[in-house]
C-alpha cells in the first residue's frame, strides 16, 4: 500500500514562507503526476500544484508566482515552497499521486498537514 506522509505545515504571519514536504513509501517514478490540493474551512478541496513524472509543473492562478512545486526523486520526495504566504492560504494540504495506466486508475492520499497563515 502507497503511502505519503506530509510534513512543515505550521502558523506564519502574512508574507511569510514555509516549505511542505510529502515523502512517499516508494519511487515516485511510480506516479504519472503528483501534486498538492488543499482545503480550507467550509470549502472544496482544489489543486494548488501538480508536476509530472517528466517534470512538468502547473500552478493554479491564484498561487503562481508565490508557489513552487518541485520533486527530488533521490528522496522519494515531492516539495512546495510557499512564499509570500496570505491568510486565504490557509487550510489543511493533501499531497496527492496518481497512477494511470490504459486500464486504471490509482489515487493515494496523505494525512495532510495544516497551514494557518495570520494577518
Known amino acids: 500500500q502507497v503511502q505519503l506522509v506530509e510534513s512543515g505545515g505550521g502558523l506564519v504571519q502574512a508574507g511569510g514562507s514555509l516549505r511542505l514536504s510529502c515523502a512517499a513509501s516508494e519511487s515516485i517514478f511510480s506516479f504519472n503526476v503528483m501534486g498538492w490540493y488543499r482545503q480550507a474551512p467550509g470549502k472544496q478541496r482544489e489543486l494548488v500544484a501538480g508536476i509530472t513524472r517528466g517534470g512538468i509543473t502547473n500552478h493554479a492562478d491564484s498561487v503562481k508566482g508565490r508557489f513552487t512545486i518541485s520533486r527530488d526523486n533521490a528522496k522519494n520526495t515531492v516539495y512546495l515552497q510557499m512564499n509570500s504566504l496570505k491568510p486565504e492560504d490557509t487550510g489543511v494540504y493533501y499531497c496527492?499521486?496518481?497512477?494511470?495506466?490504459?486500464?486504471?486508475?490509482?489515487?493515494?492520499w496523505g494525512q495532510g498537514t495544516q497551514v494557518t497563515v495570520s494577518s
Open positions: 496527492n499521486a496518481d497512477t494511470i495506466t490504459i486500464t486504471t486508475r490509482r489515487t493515494y
